[in-house]
């Protein structure tokens, strides 16, 4: 039997990261890397989450010049997410995941409220980062 995705982990990708995005238009996002403290505006997210696992790690992230990216604590269970990227596109924020599958990793992206599977990909950044730009459209 396959365990089933840690509270925290889920939600903070899931529900908790994505609805403050969504909310801030990635705005908070992109001041705090630029002062320097978007690994703590994430930790502030990740400790307002309830857990029994008071030792894991807070999710980390980098932006490059078109994507922020967010690397979560090691995943356990099925859906729970390897690496977050969003960015803002066509005047719309986009918000993907790479979540940990049965047999590697599989690209996901939610639209709204729905989460849409776009199939099995590589778990490695390079996979990731191709199959966003495939879905925006540039590749």
Known sequence: MLPEPRH???GFAHVVLRRS???ER????RDAAQTGSLDSRLGVLWNGIPSADLYEHA?????TERFLFIRMPEPRAISEALTI???EHAGVVRYFTLEKSTQNAVFCEWRDDTH????PVEANDAAFEQAILTALGES
């Not at 990635?26 to 996002?29: E, T, Y």
């Not at 849409?116 to 199939?119: A, D, K, Q, S």
Request: charged residues 20%; aromatic residues 10%; without cysteine.
């Open 8 to 10: 925290r982990h889920y």
């Open 21 to 23: 995005i969504n909310l």
């Open 26 to 29: 990635l705005r908070f996002l």
């Open 59 to 63: 999710p980390t992230g980098r932006v």
């Open 85 to 87: 990227a969003t960015t």
């Open 116 to 119: 849409v599977n776009r199939g």
